[in-house]
């Protein structure tokens, strides 16, 4: 993303704390982008971005991580969306063989759940975010 040359200060609304505001977006957008990623093999470019799906994919993780695993309400009620929304979102993750079901929860297949694809993604997206956030933060 191109930086703009216009300051801050001379837009004609002010936006407080505008550097770490920029940082936790692009930090947001980059995650949301590399979490939808993930959903394909390595070589294989992603399709359209649907964060929904990467939303639902990233809860699916975050309850195998947790040792939680979630059924389809529980994924409706974390990622706040209907249950029918998120039962389409797991059917197109149990397709691309991502996620295993498993007695009504979800889990992460066995290879993604041994490896993290894009880590380096990762960990270059989280670095520059906490690096103009890190200060701010110490400050609180």
Do not use: G
């Given at each position: 993303m191109q930086e703009?040359?216009?300051t801050p200060s001379a837009l004609p609304i002010?936006?407080?704390i505008p550097a770490e505001r920029?940082?936790?977006a692009r930090m947001f957008t980059e995650l949301t982008l590399a979490f939808h990623a993930t959903i394909f093999p390595i070589d294989q470019p992603p399709t359209e971005v649907d964060a929904?799906?990467?939303l639902?994919?990233?809860a699916v993780m975050l309850g195998h991580a947790d040792g939680l695993p979630m059924n389809a309400s529980q994924?409706?009620?974390y990622v706040q969306m209907p249950r029918s929304t998120v039962l389409k979102r797991l059917s197109v993750l149990l397709e691309r063989g991502l996620i295993l079901r498993i007695k009504d929860k979800y889990y992460l297949e066995p290879v993604r759940a041994a490896?993290?694809?894009h880590l380096d993604r990762f960990t270059l997206i989280l670095s520059k975010g906490f690096a103009v956030l890190g200060p701010y933060l110490s400050e609180l």
């Open positions: 703009h040359t216009i002010a936006i407080a920029r940082a936790i929904n799906l990467a639902v994919a990233v994924i409706a009620a490896t993290v694809p």
